[in-house]
């Protein structure tokens, strides 16, 4: 561990931070798997991980981590990427909103779809199953673990929307909030000039990548 520490402000510098405009300026790293969606659209996650892995089926190490971690801490769950268990449900949900948790990222399966939106709890998953999980084997909690083919290490920000979850780094944190606001003013910049009647082609310089493949197409 380092003595890194995600503070109030530097949270703050992300509240409006999209998980695409974050992969995009670390270089389009740190995306999980695109089948990890939240449970209901409109549903956000932002908070610094707290790291757990579920056997296949067994969900005895996430209520572990439910009572280990922080106020404001994301749960996320190594689960195999197993759909077919629904490993958190409105039970775990109402324990985790008591608690001030920011939101669950699981790389398997929930249940309870319907009760966790009311509650209000944000869940991204893998799947939604109704089938029940045991609770008989602890495994690895807030160790770096591998969910949905990235990397995540305890105290890494996590960044989930309607697109999908982004990991950063903790020693990338400072700058990547750096880079993604230069990358939204830039963003908005585009937008105003596509209004004014640009197009994608002019702005993106698109004449220039056809030369450089050899192409003879122009517009």
């Known amino acids: 561990m380092t003595d890194f520490a995600l503070t109030p402000e530097l949270l703050a510098r992300y ?11 670390m270089g389009r790293k740190g995306a999980l798997d695109s089948a990890i969606k939240p449970i209901r659209s409109g549903m956000r996650v932002l ?18 981590a439910l009572k280990l971690a922080k106020p404001g801490d994301v749960l996320v769950c ?15 949900a109402s324990a985790a909103k008591g ?3 920011a939101g669950l ?15 209000g709890f944000p869940v991204f998953s893998r799947s939604i199953s109704i089938k029940g999980a045991v609770k008989e084997t602890l495994g690895p909690l807030n160790e770096p673990i ?18 999908g979850v982004v990991v950063i780094p903790k020693a990338l944190i400072a700058e990547t909030a750096d880079a993604c606001l230069e990358r939204e003013q830039k963003e908005i910049r585009f937008r105003e000039a596509l209004l004014q009647g640009n ?11 056809m030369e450089k493949k050899g192409s003879a197409f122009r517009l």
Do not use: Y
Not at 15 to 25: L, Q, Y
Not at 81 to 90: P, R, W, Y
Not at 199 to 205: D, G, H, K, Y
């Open 47 to 64: 908070g610094p991980a707290f790291t757990c892995v579920c056997p296949p089926g067994d969900n005895l190490t996430l209520h572990a």
């Open 78 to 92: 190594a689960a195999a990427g197993f759909t077919e268990q629904g490993l958190f449900g409105d039970v775990m």
């Open 105 to 119: 990222i699981v790389d398997g399966g929930v249940r309870d779809a319907s009760d966790i939106h009311k509650i």
């Open 99 to 101: 608690k001030g948790l």
């Open 146 to 163: 591998v969910v949905g083919g990235e990397l995540v290490s305890p105290g890494d920000l996590i960044i989930g929307d309607d697109d």
């Open 199 to 209: 197009t994608t082609w002019e702005m993106l310089n698109l004449n220039a990548l």
């Open 15 to 25: 509240e409006t931070v999209t998980a695409a405009t974050a992969h995009e300026a």
